[in-house]
Structure formats: structure tokens, C-alpha cells
């Protein structure tokens, strides 16, 4: 997935150019910024700041710390046993500029992020062995999060006869917390493939290209699955 890689290798991130801690009155000075626009951002305990587009050299910049957002909560694995998981990778980020917020779960597979600016922001939990799982608008409430292994929905289409189907359109649905849809054609052998999570039920449908064979099958991650076309009935409308 596209944002996936993006918010994994925190494309675009803007950086820390520098970065002080106020004094007892709350006044502040930035040396060695660069030349042009920056943004300000503060934080402090339950609060935090941000102004973008500030002037280099600019006087008299005042900060108010406004109630922020919290992300926390535990990464679990392993669909039955829903064991913790230890150093997943948490990234939220936001959707209207380009600033990241990492997190590693502990051993417990707590995690916590924040403040951050309150604001729409989404979430990627990354760890070796799992799925990563991305959240493009995620809930500050939310405070259980799994992660599903790899696994494969694949099989065969046959015809009616029995005789391997090439060139039928297969779609896949797996209803999660970011549900796909996708679409393939067989092959020659009437085979097709796609990647899936480990304990999650999909639903496959196939049609043939006339549109006078159908199948359909709600089923877990395997790689032995059989399509069989049999009549169906087409319905149009408005």
C-alpha cells in the first residue's frame, strides 16, 4: 500500500531545526533557524501549541497551549491467544501537515503519543512477522489494536464441467478496520491469488466473462480454494 510505505518512511517529514525549553516567565529564543517560514510547536504535560508559517526573526510570538490529543492503547497479536507485542512500531500523523509521531510498544504492548495537536490524525502499527495495520482517521478512544500475520486467499475456478475457467473475474472483500476490495482476472489455469490476514474471513466472488456463470464463497485464508460457476440471474436497474 502506497501510504503505508509513505507514513513508514515518514516521506515528506518536516524537521527539527531546533528546539529550546522556555524559561520560568514562558519566554523563548530560537537560534539557527533557517531563512523563510517555520512552524512552532510546544508542548507541555496535557497541552500543546502549533503555529505554521511564522517568519524567521519574527518578535513577539506567543504560544498557547490548548488541551491535546492522546493516542495509547496496547498492540496485541495472534488471533486466539492475543498475545502482547513487544517493540511494534507506532506512527501517528497528521492529515493536514506533515508531522509524524512515533511510539514503540513496551513489553506489555503499551504504547502512548501526545500531546499532538488536536487535530485529524491517523495511525500505522508496524511489526516483524504481522501485517501492518494503518487507521487513516483514527480515534483517540480507541485503545486495543491487533495485528494479523500474512496469509493467502487462492484457489481455482472451475466450470460447471469441472474444466479450469481462465479469464474470470474474481473479487475479494475482506471486511476489516480498513476493508479491501479487490479484483482479479484467473489465468490460464484458471488460478488466482490474493493477500489476506491470518483468521479473517473473506468473500470471493466470481463471474465469467458472459456473465452467465457465478460463484460466491465467504471463507478463511487458504490456498486450496474452488470456485465452481453455476447459473445466476443478472439484475438491472436504477
Do not use: C, W
Not at 490529543?69 to 511494534?88: K, R
Not at 469441472?162 to 472483500?173: D, E, I, N, Q, T
Amino acid at each position: 500500500d502506497e501510504l503505508v510505505d509513505q507514513v513508514d518512511k515518514r516521506e515528506g517529514e518536516a524537521p527539527t531545526v531546533a528546539e529550546t525549553t522556555s524559561a520560568e516567565d514562558g519566554t523563548f529564543i530560537l537560534d539557527g533557524l533557517p531563512e523563510g517560514a517555520v512552524t512552532l510547536h510546544a508542548s507541555s504535560g496535557q497541552g500543546v501549541a502549533m503555529i505554521p508559517d511564522v517568519m524567521t526573526g519574527q518578535q513577539g510570538v506567543v504560544l498557547v497551549l490548548d488541551e491535546g490529543l492522546f493516542f495509547g492503547g496496547v498492540v496485541l497479536g495472534d488471533v486466539l491467544e492475543t498475545n502482547p507485542i513487544e517493540g511494534a512500531r507506532i506512527t501517528a500523523f497528521s492529515l493536514e501537515h506533515t508531522r509524524f509521531f512515533p511510539a514503540t510498544s513496551g513489553a506489555d504492548g503499551r504504547f502512548r503519543i501526545g500531546p499532538v495537536p488536536p487535530a485529524e490524525h491517523g495511525i500505522l502499527i508496524t511489526a516483524p512477522g504481522f501485517s501492518p495495520l494503518l487507521i487513516v482517521k483514527a480515534d483517540p478512544l480507541k485503545t486495543t489494536f491487533f495485528l494479523y500475520r500474512p496469509a493467502k486467499h487462492a484457489g481455482t475456478v472451475l466450470t460447471a464441467k469441472g474444466v479450469p475457467a481462465p479469464g474470470v473475474s474474481v473479487r475479494f472483500f475482506l471486511p476489516s478496520i480498513t476493508p479491501q476490495l479487490r479484483t482479479a482476472l484467473t489465468d490460464a489455469q484458471g488460478r488466482f491469488s490474493f493477500p489476506s490476514l491470518e483468521g479473517m474471513s473473506a468473500e470471493l466472488f466470481a463471474e465469467s466473462p458472459a456473465h452467465d456463470g457465478f460463484a460466491h464463497l465467504d471463507t478463511e485464508p487458504r490456498e486450496d480454494i474452488v470456485l465452481t460457476l453455476g447459473p445466476g440471474m443478472v439484475v438491472q436497474g436504477t
